[in-house]
Every structure is written in C-alpha cells, then in structure tokens.
C-alpha cells in the first residue's frame, strides 16, 4: 500500500476532530522511515492495517468513536466571582497557572477544558476554589485538538487572607503585585516564579522544577525543590529556609533579618551582595559555596568546613554574627563589602 491510500483509508476511519492531527503523525512517521532508507510501501506496511490503528486508539481509550467525539468537544470558561474574595484554593493538573490583574474589581478564572469533564468551582463566605475533574481523560496517544493547558487568575487589588495554588505538569507564574497573609504555590516538572510578593508566610514547593522569587517581602519563607534551581532576588525576608536537591541556591542584593538555612547538593551556593545580619547555616555537598556579603568581615565568626576542598574565608574572628559553612568536595569562599 502506498502512502497516500493509508493516509486516504485512515482519514476515512477517523472521527473529523482527530483526522488531522492524525493523518499528519503518521505522515511524518512515513518520511522519517523513508529518510532511513526504508521503501515507501515497508514502511506503510510497519504501521499495520487502518482499521487496527484505529481499533487500537479506541481501545486505549476504552471508549466507541462516537464517545470520543462527544469528549473532544471544548469549552471556554470565564467564571467572575460573585462577591468579595479573601481566600482562593485553587488545584488543577496538567496545566500551568498564571496570575494576572483583573480588569474590575472581581476575581475570574479563565481557561478552556473538555464539556464532559470539568473542573468544579464553589464560592462561600469569601473562599474561591477550584478542584479537577474526578474523572480525567488522559490517554497515552493524543492525536486531537487539547484544550489551551493555562489557567489564568486574574486578581483585584486587595490584600487576601490565603492563596493557595496547585498544578502537576505545569507552572505558576506570579507577575503581579499580591498582598496575602499566607501565600502557598506547589507543582512537579513546571517553574514557579513569583514577583512583587508580599505575604507573611510562603511555602513554594516544586519537584524538577526551578523556583525564582523577585521583588519577594515576607516574613516567613520556605523554599523546596529538586533537579531545580531556586532563586531569590532584591526581597527582604525574616526568617528564609531553602531545600533542594540536584540543584544551584542564589541570592541577590537580599537582607534575610533572621538566620538563614540553605540546604542543597550536587550543585553550587551563591549569595550576591546579601546582608545576613543574624548568620545562619549553610549546608552543601558536591558544590562549592561562595559568598558575597555586605558587613565587615570582623563583625562575623565564620566556621568554614570542607573535604578535599579549599576555605578562603579570611582570618577567624570573635563577631557575633555565627555563620557555619559546610561542603565536600568543593571549595568555600567569603567576600566583604
């Protein structure tokens, strides 16, 4: 069978929504055969008959063609809320959320999803949430038009008791000013990134994600992560706490008031010109450690660990600042200005 009859014969078996994303997966899958010098017809013939391409697909799916039509039918959602919001508990999966500036004085959520498979959305005493169908249609081999994977949250200017935010497979961007007394973002295999946050508590959790906060003013702030880096920049925060693993901790031109504790491995610690006028605790390993930090180096009594590595952290003194610095194999620096 040459090419264009198993396209033709495949077109013909396929509900009109995924005939196109369809037909043209297997037309690239055909070329590439071809490029690795396999004829036209072997390679249509690797692929198996139509009609048990298409048998398969329903079967994956475990549904008749005429179910799977109906489910591929999108909806556009644009809820407002019906009164004042103080609190948002917001989840979903397999898309990335994004805050942004309402344009009245309402919170609306936006976002696209399939008609028989929806997100649910309830509103009481002053609390927004959001939860995930309880039934996902997620099959292996998507040959379909997707919804748009984004959730926008666009927010009114107020200072709100909690926001919490919650994804799988996607990230949370913050770019707006968001005044919150508890802050709390989590995701896996998505960035989060957070600008012009004020809030007394913030809890950001990610797992093969990076995490950056900018312009960050907290209180209590408490950063966990894995295979991703975590970042913060001009913030001034009271008492900072970050975790990760497999991956780099910066700070930049930041005064974290309380002692610090950085935690990560396999990858470096940096710190900018950053005041820490309380010390702290910084704990590495597999990663050199290197520091920038405004002061006088006499008013800090540094101890400065490492195996099979270097300490270039000047002459020991009796400041009250306590700062303990610990790696292995890999070296610790310190710098004053």
């Not at 994956?60 to 644009?78: C, M, N, P, S, Y």
């Not at 470096?268 to 990663?287: A, E, H, Q, R, T």
Request: aromatic share 6%; charged share 25%; with cysteine.
């Amino acid at each position: 069978m040459k090419k264009h009859e198993f396209l033709r014969e495949l077109e013909q078996l396929l509900p009109r929504e995924s005939a196109e994303n369809t037909i043209s997966y297997f037309s690239e899958m055909i070329d590439d055969m071809m490029e690795d010098g396999i004829p036209e017809e072997a390679a249509v013939a690797q692929l198996g008959e139509p009609q048990k391409i298409v048998a398969g697909l329903i079967e994956e799916t475990g549904e008749a063609a005429a179910d799977i039509k109906q489910r591929r039918r999108i909806r556009k959602v644009d809820y407002a809320a019906k009164g004042d919001i103080v609190s948002l508990h917001i989840h979903t999966v397999n898309r990335e959320i994004a805050l942004t500036q309402s344009p009245d004085d309402r919170v609306h959520l936006r976002y696209e999803e399939w008609e028989t498979e929806y997100h649910t959305i309830t509103e009481q005493n002053g609390t927004l949430k959001l939860e995930p169908p309880k039934k996902r249609y997620e099959p292996i081999f998507r040959p379909y038009p997707q919804p748009n994977p984004k959730l926008e949250i666009a927010l009114p200017e107020t200072a709100y008791e909690t926001i919490h935010l919650q994804t799988t497979n996607g990230a949370i961007r913050s770019p707006i000013a968001v005044t919150a007394k508890q802050f709390g973002v989590q995701s896996t295999n998505g960035v989060i990134r957070l600008e012009q946050l004020t809030t007394g508590q913030l809890d950001a959790k990610s797992a093969n994600g990076a995490i950056r906060c900018f312009h960050l003013k907290a209180e209590e702030v408490t950063l966990t992560t894995s295979n991703g880096a975590i970042r913060l920049a001009d913030s001034t925060v009271d008492y900072l706490k970050a975790t990760n693993a497999n991956g780099r901790i910066r700070l930049d031109q930041s005064e974290i008031k309380e002692p610090i504790r950085l935690i990560t491995s396999n990858a470096g610690v940096f710190l900018n010109d950053c005041s820490l006028p309380k010390g702290g605790k910084i704990v590495n390993s597999n990663g050199p450690i290197q520091l920038t930090l405004k002061g006088r180096r006499e008013d800090y009594r540094i101890g400065a660990h490492t195996i099979n590595g270097k300490t270039q952290v000047g002459e020991n003194t009796t400041g009250k600042i306590s700062l303990q610095l610990t790696t292995c194999n890999a070296g610790i620096s310190a710098q004053f200005a």
